[in-house]
């Protein structure tokens, strides 16, 4: 799996967008990059993957660069409710996948 | 829609005390996995169960035993506590098919060993 390198805290405004930066620059080619958020206590929560194009759900996006060594996870309007730890994960896709956290960002929304 | 649910929510054991953890989903998923979180770190896989009747080691299995009983069903046993076992842990579950399937997770059994 790739290494994941990820900021340990970042602040946001309520209402704001957050930009949430992932370096991953020994990415394989057959590696998606995941996101997971953990709310203090809870388990954590899937947020949305990707593999060389930009993604978009209802939780977030996901820009990730040409040469796939970074990624960018932006909450468009950050809530209280999106204080949360933030993972960025390198992994083969499949269903049988393994996935390794590292210590992940803390993001504080502020009011 | 209970997902994955993970009995008990707390509990306190003596070392050497043996004891299991349960995890059930309803999601028919075909993947289940054992994760232990310690404070301020990020998860660490314990054991995996690609499909029912298989288990394969994660990166830290020593002390840990698993069954999967079922499709449902994925348990946890520590059969002599050890004071390093005090954890976070979590139960997660996947679908099978396509390229990518994200992985479910219970919401812990927080274990303290004495």
């Known amino acids: 799996d790739a290494k994941t390198t990820q900021p340990p805290s970042m602040d946001c405004a309520e209402g704001r967008a957050a930009n949430l930066p992932c370096n991953h620059s020994t990415i394989s080619g057959n590696e998606y990059v995941y996101w997971y958020r953990q709310i203090h206590s809870q388990g954590p929560q899937y947020i949305i993957h990707?593999?060389?194009n930009n993604e978009t759900n209802e939780m977030a996006s996901l820009i990730i660069t040409e040469d796939r060594k970074s990624s960018t996870l932006i909450l468009p309007h950050a809530t209280l409710r999106d204080t949360a730890v933030y993972y960025c994960i390198g992994s083969s896709g499949g269903s049988n996948y393994k996935l390794t956290f590292g210590k992940g960002t803390l993001l504080t929304v502020n009011p | 829609n209970a997902g994955v649910t993970q009995t008990p929510k707390f509990q306190v054991l003596k070392t050497g005390q043996s004891m299991t953890l349960q995890c059930a989903q309803d999601m028919n998923h075909n993947s289940m996995y054992w994760y232990r979180q310690d404070p301020g770190m990020g998860l660490r896989l314990i054991y995996y169960?690609?499909?029912?009747?298989?288990?394969d080691k994660g990166e830290v299995p020593n002390g840990y035993n698993v069954s999967r009983l079922n499709k449902r069903e994925f348990s946890l046993r520590l059969e002599s506590a050890a004071p390093s076992q005090t954890s976070v842990y979590f139960c997660?579950?996947?679908?099978?098919?396509?390229?990518?399937?994200?992985?479910?997770f219970g919401d812990g059994t927080r274990l303290s060993i004495l």
């Open positions: 169960s690609a499909s029912e009747g298989t288990t």
């Open positions: 997660a579950s996947s679908g099978a098919g396509g390229a990518y399937q994200p992985q479910h």
């Open positions: 990707g593999l060389k």
